[in-house]
């Protein structure tokens, strides 16, 4: 790939103007972000079950308060964005300062650790999620027919949003720091990028699912599917994607910012 970036910045006797060294060194910088790129994408499939499956899941259970109040599944997306609130006062509190005194940069933790504590608590949070699921399917569909309580969903949320309060932040600082200087407004845009990719490969991989199990997983009624073994194969997913994220990411050189500065920092 280099090599033909290369070839890009040689002038051709019949031009009066070629691609500028330059020009062809800033498309290297934005390829070498793609590995990367690639490996966020996944975080937000995992955080799009948070306001899909898990509502359902949320519906089908004791959601009553105090008596007759019956609190709606929708509102139980509120633990998710409480944890994205407490985790990120606390990163900058607390984490950031004890990072900071550990690995003595003013920075704590790098872009790529956020992000890599943002896999690991996602993956947890999917882990998390099949337990609650079978537990919730097996009272259901036992002799009682005994609905769990919702609060069981509380820990997921919990995950989910303190993997999004350090992927989130680590993401968009990677993109910015990393992408040329004359390209900075497209690292917001590869950022958002994953996002989209993320709840877009979401709908494929419960299309594919639904054909592969032949609707036995994944049904209109909770009960008569298996979403435990939907929430099992994210999980699985989330660990070969973090393994993978981990050598593109032992791989990656930073840029440099000043000349004495560190250029490979690994998560």
């Not at 070498?32 to 994408?41: D, G, H, Q, R, Y």
């Not at 005194?101 to 608590?121: D, E, N, Y």
């Not at 919990?158 to 350090?166: I, Y």
Request: a positive charge.
């Amino acid at each position: 790939m280099n090599r033909c970036l290369d070839k890009a910045a040689i002038a051709e006797a019949d031009l009066t103007t070629a691609v500028t060294v330059t020009e062809v060194e800033e498309v290297k910088m934005v390829v070498k972000l793609l590995p990367m790129w690639s490996t966020c994408i996944l975080f937000w499939t995992i955080y799009s079950q948070m306001t899909t499956f898990s509502i359902q899941q949320a519906e089908q259970m004791d959601r009553r308060a105090g008596g007759r109040f019956v609190v709606p599944a929708g509102s139980l997306s509120v633990f998710l964005f409480l944890s994205v609130l407490l985790f990120t006062a606390l990163n900058e509190r607390l984490l950031v300062p004890l990072a900071a005194r550990l690995t003595r940069r003013p920075q704590g933790l790098t872009s790529l650790q956020r992000v890599a504590a943002g896999l690991v608590l996602a993956t947890l949070g999917m882990a998390v999620s099949a337990l609650v699921e079978k537990k919730r399917r097996d009272a259901s569909n036992g002799s009682g027919g005994v609905a769990v309580s919702a609060l069981w969903l509380v820990p997921q949320f919990f995950l989910v949003g303190a993997g999004e309060a350090f992927a989130y932040v680590g993401q968009l600082e990677f993109f910015i720091r990393e992408a040329p200087e004359r390209m900075k407004s497209m690292s917001t845009g590869l950022f958002l990028a994953t996002l989209a990719m993320g709840f877009f490969l979401s709908s494929l991989l419960v299309l594919a699912v639904d054909a592969a199990t032949r609707g036995a997983w994944i049904r209109g009624h909770l009960d008569d599917g298996r979403l435990d073994l939907f929430y099992w194969m994210l999980a699985v997913l989330g660990m070969a994607n973090f393994a993978v994220f981990l050598v593109f990411a032992s791989r990656h050189q930073y840029k440099r910012t000043r000349p004495d500065a560190a250029t490979t920092e690994l998560p």
